[in-house]
């Protein structure tokens, strides 16, 4: 069984930046898709970014193109979010999960999830 734990959330102010780190345990990840979602209060939980096994593919939510930027490691078992000019609108409880193939953007598509991590952008 997976342990997904993120970290790396707060408060920034708009136009800030944040990292945030998903690390696995008691699998390795270096053979699933990882993703990215959000949720926000009185929202449903929502997908930001999808990375494939290898590295080489991403998909991206549109409202966060062009500012957030998904990677890995599989040496390290671990998945990042790179989060640039951040709005207020991107206020959520983000989530990782593993997925089983492809670059799924759906929360279906994932068996596994972390438990989350805060991040508030203040304007």
């Known amino acids: 069984q997976v342990q997904l734990v993120e970290s790396g959330g707060g408060l920034v102010q708009a136009g800030g930046s944040l990292r945030l780190s998903c690390s696995a345990s008691?699998?390795?990840?270096?053979?699933?898709?990882m993703g990215w979602f959000r949720q926000a209060p009185g929202k449903e939980r929502e997908f930001v970014a999808a990375i494939n096994w290898s590295g080489v593919s991403t998909d991206y939510a549109d409202s966060v193109k062009g500012r957030f930027t998904i990677s890995r490691d599989n040496a390290k078992n671990t998945v990042y979010l790179q989060m640039n000019s951040l709005k207020p609108e991107d206020t959520a409880v983000y989530y990782c999960?593993?997925?089983?193939?492809?670059?799924?953007?759906?929360?279906?598509?994932?068996?596994?999830w972390g438990q989350g991590t805060q991040v508030t952008v203040s304007s």
């Open positions: 999960a593993m997925g089983r193939m492809g670059v799924p953007t759906t929360p279906s598509a994932y068996g596994h």
């Open positions: 008691g699998r390795t990840i270096s053979m699933y898709p």
